[in-house]
């Protein structure tokens, strides 16, 4: 069976900083693009960051450029998020996802990821 698992939020000063990562599971990590998402009461599912299969390839929303870094660690099938300087606007549930259609160029849309985790809070306090 498929399965991402997010670990990493909590509740956190604004300022802060947060590793997110993501374990798979009953998939071949490696032959996947990767992307994290998140979404915030009441808004859509947006875009956060992904990357390529390879790790080489990636891709940021303006919202968190200069902020989060995303990487792989294909020998431990987890993909991460790195979240520095955290605003209270980053408040929502951040979910990975993986994309046999990005494995070679991130991709941005939900609609192109087929295999997601079930998510992890973050809370940023202002």
């Known amino acids: 069976q498929e399965q991402l698992s997010e670990r990493g939020g909590g509740l956190v000063q604004a300022g802060d900083s947060l590793r997110l990562s993501c374990e798979a599971s009953g998939l071949t990590f490696s032959a996947y693009g990767m992307g994290w998402f998140r979404q915030a009461p009441g808004k859509e599912r947006e875009f956060v960051a992904a990357?390529?299969?390879?790790?080489?390839?990636?891709g940021y929303a303006d919202s968190v450029k200069g902020r989060a870094t995303v990487s792989r660690d294909n020998a431990k099938n987890t993909v991460y998020l790195q979240l520095n300087s955290l605003k209270p606007e980053d408040t929502a549930v951040y979910y990975c996802?993986?994309?046999?259609?990005?494995?070679?160029?991130?991709?941005?849309?939900?609609?192109?990821?087929?295999?997601w985790g079930q998510g992890t809070q973050v809370s940023v306090a202002s």
């Open positions: 996802a993986a994309s046999w259609e990005g494995r070679a160029a991130p991709r941005t849309h939900p609609d192109e990821y087929t295999i």
């Open positions: 990357l390529s299969w390879n790790g080489i390839n990636t």
